[in-house]
């Protein structure tokens, strides 16, 4: 064959190789258009963090099997130097368009100009950016307390008064502070609906009267994360604020749920009083209590001062027992306790030394033993809360023990043990028998008509250690009876 013709092939076939490298390379080529939002601002929360977008590529046939679509999210300013991947998918997974995806934003997100871009990555090729938009994760969203949730605060003239977020707060207070990444508002009302900015920062130092509060910085994103309005005035030197005072679980409150703290306004020092008492050591800005009455307190604000109190109740029922702490039966005898309440629904345990006394579930127990008890009062309704009352029954003395001869030798040395002259039953009260008692120089010592087994009642003056003394008793059927009584030490 000819050299000539052999070149011609080979460059014949050159050419169709060229040709269809060049028609691959043209479909292998992708153009993504800029993604459309379908959202105007990326307000997240752990509720709710789902957000869309929808972009058009051409030609759908230049995406590869392999090929991955990808969502990067800019920084705040819209710069993708440093992108954040919020969306991959799965290979193949998308290759008709338009395509829209849903997308998350990280919880680090905070700012009001990011936007997104999409990629491919086989073929490789980068959307334009998209509009700029507003987007917060909000770790907060609910409102939160300061100044210990007091609604007032009070400077001396040339003085200034701190506002702080609380942390953790009052309550179920859910404080901002807890989370280190966010930052916060400062705002002074103008009227009932407008406000001010004047301040960044978790605390704020007020030198003008007005109503302050403060919100989380989340930007255009509209937010629950907002906190309670204090008013703030300002007092001369000689003059006296009022200090407002705010109970944790409100007035009145449920002892059920704890303590109350009983916070007032921020000063130098503070003492607390109860009905007009000085409380001991209760010289901090806040004092916690379970207890009903009219608090108050007096706060040192340097040059000035303020006062102020609250008429703080309880919401747990009232209630009474009818016995002491301590208590005599003798024994066979009985002792009705009863307790006295306006709890709603009420529920009564009963227990003896320890053990719960089964069967007893009512107001009032019929006691017959011996021991410790306690009695637990719980109202199923209402503000759901318990009174305890604790009691001991111990084996007493009976004056009036059926014996059956005269005593003549006693002991009063206080151990309860043949202290008294002791006289069988039809000598003693209500027999109206006359019981003459008669030291060793015949002198009355006693005398009665109505004995109670009670003598010696008072010292005897011994003069020696076994002292004697004489009766006579006298029955009203003129039944006389005659003997000596032994003092013995």
Do not use: H
């Amino acid at each position: 064959m000819p050299q000539t013709t052999k070149l011609n092939k080979l460059l014949t076939a050159f050419c169709l190789v060229m040709a269809v490298l060049s028609q691959e390379q043209a479909y292998s080529q992708m153009v993504i258009g800029q993604p459309n939002l379908g959202f105007s601002q990326a307000c997240a929360s752990d509720s709710f963090n789902s957000f869309s977008a929808t972009f058009v590529f051409s030609p759908e046939s230049a995406v590869n099997a392999s090929n991955q679509f990808t969502v990067e999210l800019s920084d705040a300013d819209g710069d993708f130097s440093d992108p954040v991947i919020v969306y991959t998918s799965s290979p193949g997974w998308i290759t008709t368009s338009p395509a829209t995806v849903d997308f998350p934003i990280p919880e680090t997100t905070t700012g009001e100009n990011f936007r997104i871009r999409i990629k491919s990555s086989s073929p490789a090729a980068t959307s334009s950016a998209s509009v700029a938009f507003a987007a917060y994760y909000k770790l907060q969203d609910s409102p939160f307390t300061i100044n210990n949730l007091v609604s007032t605060g009070a400077f001396c003239t040339g003085g200034s008064y701190l506002l702080t977020i609380d942390n953790p707060g009052t309550g179920n207070n859910d404080s901002p502070l807890n989370y280190p990444s966010l930052t916060f508002n400062w705002y002074k009302e103008t009227s009932e609906t407008t406000a001010v900015f004047v301040a960044q920062g978790s605390t704020l130092s007020v030198n003008e009267e007005g109503t302050y509060f403060v919100e989380t910085n989340y930007g255009t994103c509209t937010s629950n994360s907002f906190s309670n309005r204090v008013t703030i005035s300002e007092v001369s030197i000689s003059g006296d604020a009022d200090a407002t005072i705010a109970s944790s679980l409100g007035n009145p409150y449920c002892p059920e749920q704890g303590l109350t703290t009983l916070s007032t306004i921020g000063g130098n020092s503070y003492q607390w009083f109860k009905d007009g008492v000085e409380i001991p050591d209760a010289t901090g800005q806040m004092y916690q209590t379970d207890e009903s009455g009219t608090f108050s307190v007096q706060v040192d604000l340097g040059e000035c001062s303020a006062s102020g109190s609250i008429e703080l109740e309880s919401e747990l029922f009232e209630s009474e027992i009818n016995i002491e702490e301590l208590n005599y039966l003798i024994e066979g005898e009985t002792l009705t306790v009863t307790i006295t309440n306006d709890a709603i629904s009420p529920i009564f345990d009963w227990y003896l030394d320890d053990e719960l006394i089964i069967g007893e579930t009512e107001n009032t127990l019929e006691a017959t033993e011996f021991g410790d008890y306690e009695v637990v009062i719980t109202e199923t309704s209402g503000c759901n809360g318990s009174r305890v009352y604790q009691f001991t029954i111990e084996e007493g003395f009976d004056p009036f023990p059926d014996v059956p001869n005269i005593p003549n030798v006693i002991s009063p040395n206080g151990d309860m043990i043949n202290d008294t002259w002791i006289l069988p039953l039809q000598y003693t009260s209500g027999t109206n028998t006359e019981v003459i008692i008669l030291n060793e120089q015949g002198k009355v010592v006693f005398q009665t008509i109505d004995y109670q087994n009670n003598w010696p009642e008072g010292d005897l003056n011994l003069t020696s250690v076994n002292q004697l003394f004489y009766y006579i008793i006298t029955t009203v059927e003129g039944e006389v009876k005659k003997g000596s009584i032994t003092i013995v030490k």
